[in-house]
């Protein structure tokens, strides 16, 4: 994956953190929700395994910031964010740092 990519999704995994921090209760929230949707359609599209990634958290987000959905979800609103702002973000940089030490030709972007 070429470095200024690479550099450009673990910026953007930084804003997201930075949102999620910031807006860490669960309810209806859309300028939150907004903000992590676009972030999160900034890291599609560079490696087919980051854009599910990226999917899953909007799609987490979806129900945290929903008026009673995060509720109902297996853990909770704890395990919503747990996952959205740090299980997630790490696998996604964790296959960043993957792809960067594989030589070009071996990418399957």
């Known amino acids: 994956m070429a ?7 673990l910026s953007t995994l930084n804003e997201l953190e930075t949102v999620l921090r910031r ?18 359609i900034g890291l599609k599209g560079h490696h087919a395994y980051i854009t599910e990634k990226a999917g899953r958290i909007m799609s987490l987000a979806d129900i945290y910031y929903s008026a009673r ?12 964010m747990a996952e959205m702002s740090f299980q997630l ?3 996604i940089r964790s296959q960043v740092a993957y792809l960067d ?3 070009m030709n071996q990418q399957d972007d």
């Open 101 to 103: 030490s594989l030589p």
């Open 3 to 9: 470095m200024e990519i690479s550099q450009k999704i």
């Open 69 to 80: 959905r995060y509720l109902k979800h297996p853990g909770g609103p704890d395990a919503l």
């Open 89 to 91: 973000p790490n696998v």
């Open 23 to 40: 807006h860490d209760e669960p309810g209806v929230n859309q300028s939150a929700l907004r903000q992590v949707h676009s972030l999160c």
